[in-house]
Structure formats: C-alpha cells, structure tokens
C-alpha cells in the first residue's frame, strides 16, 4: 500500500500492490488503476487519463504536461505550485489526474440549493399577484 498524499499532507489516495486506486486513507471503492507508468480511470484498465514519463513529467491523456515529479518526490502542478508528496513517480499522475477528476465528479453530485428557499421566479410571482390592475378585470377575478 503506497499512500499518495496531497497539498496539504493529508492522504487523498492509496495505491494497493495491485495498482487499484482508492480516495482516502481507508478502505473504498477502486477509482482507478495504474499499469506500469500509466494511470487508468476505472478498476479495469480501459479508460486511460495519463501516463509518466521518464523525466517525471506527468501528461493527460491529450498528451499535454500537467506536472512534474521531481527527485524528492515532490509533486507540482503545470502552474509550478507543490500538489503533493509520492513514494513512487507514476503515483504523481494519481495525484494530478485522478483524485481531482473524482473531486469535480463529488462537486457535480452535490445536492442543489435549498427547495425550501424562495427562487426569484417565486417573488416574481408573487409581485405580480399583488400588483393592482388600474381598474381591469383579469379571467382570474370574480364575474
């Protein structure tokens, strides 16, 4: 069990000595896979999202630089800012590709605001139902 740590030195992923993937520090689901030196989306190793290279660079599945490892381990994102901290270099793609595309995933599954909340449609509405008519008589009112 490889841990990944991320910016903050806290585990945000483990890699297991099959190369499943899972977000944090306890047992979970398998997010992903890593084969070699390139990292996988699902447990199969169907879906490829990166690979390492040689040099530490570590590129999406465009072939674009997303960030580097270097010789301490370290982990920087393109922008050159610290991300985190690996034991192995492929373990820099789980970091940089992985446990952010299942983050956008949880973001994107979060509850909508609150029903109970009045919308601006509602006040709207509601404007619009005490506003008075300057003397006409809508279908609504009494004949």
Do not use: C, W
Request: glycine share 12%; aromatic share 6%; hydrophobic share 40%.
């Amino acid at each position: 069990m490889r841990p990944v740590y991320g910016e903050s030195g806290a585990v945000v992923a483990v890699v297991d000595s099959s190369g499943g993937v899972t977000l944090g520090d306890g047992p979970g689901p398998v997010i992903g896979a890593v084969r070699g030196m390139e990292i996988f989306g699902d447990e199969a190793g169907s879906r490829l999202v990166g690979y390492v290279d040689s040099d530490g660079r570590v590129y999406d599945a465009e072939h674009e630089i997303v960030g580097r490892v270097e010789a301490s381990m370290l982990v920087a994102d393109k922008y050159a800012s610290r991300a985190g901290r690996v034991f192995e270099t492929v373990d820099a793609g789980v970091l940089l590709l992985l446990v952010p595309l299942q983050s956008r995933e949880i973001d994107r599954d979060a509850p909508l605001a609150d029903e109970t909340k009045a919308t601006v449609m509602d006040e709207v509405f509601e404007a619009e139902s005490g506003a008075k008519r300057n003397g006409v008589r809508s279908r609504r009112d009494a004949f």
